[in-house]
């Protein structure tokens, strides 16, 4: 089992920067891509961004050029640097991890962003 527990959220102004930590625990050996997803009022669940064990990412266009996924294996944690923040991107932001054996997907208990016009 894997335990995600994410950190980091908050009220913002429109423009402002946030940074999300996701820390894993637990049989973290079985990790494979870690990633961050956001569920807004009455909207389905995106991707926001995916990173790999070995690095590669992969972000929505929606946030390109304004968000970065880092990793850092030895931690177990990842992170998400948003900036030039948009009302828009009020969401909830939930970490996900993906065991590199079964496939399963380990999900975090989320963490609110909420960025003020």
């Known amino acids: 089992q894997v335990q995600l527990v994410e950190s980091g959220g908050g009220l913002v102004q429109a423009g402002g920067s946030l940074r999300l930590s996701c820390a894993a625990s637990g049989s973290t050996f079985s990790i494979n891509a870690m990633g961050w997803y956001r569920q807004g009022s009455g909207k389905q669940r995106e991707l926001v961004a995916l990173i790999t064990s070995g690095g590669s990412t992969n972000y929505a266009d929606s946030v390109k050029g304004r968000f970065t996924i880092s990793r850092d294996n030895a931690k177990n944690t990842v992170y998400l640097q948003m900036n030039s923040l948009k009302p828009e991107d009020t969401a909830v932001y939930y970490c996900?991890?993906?065991?590199?054996?079964?496939?399963?997907?380990?999900w975090g208990q989320g963490t609110q962003v909420t960025v003020s016009s």
């Open positions: 996900k991890a993906n065991n590199l054996y079964s496939g399963f997907a380990y």
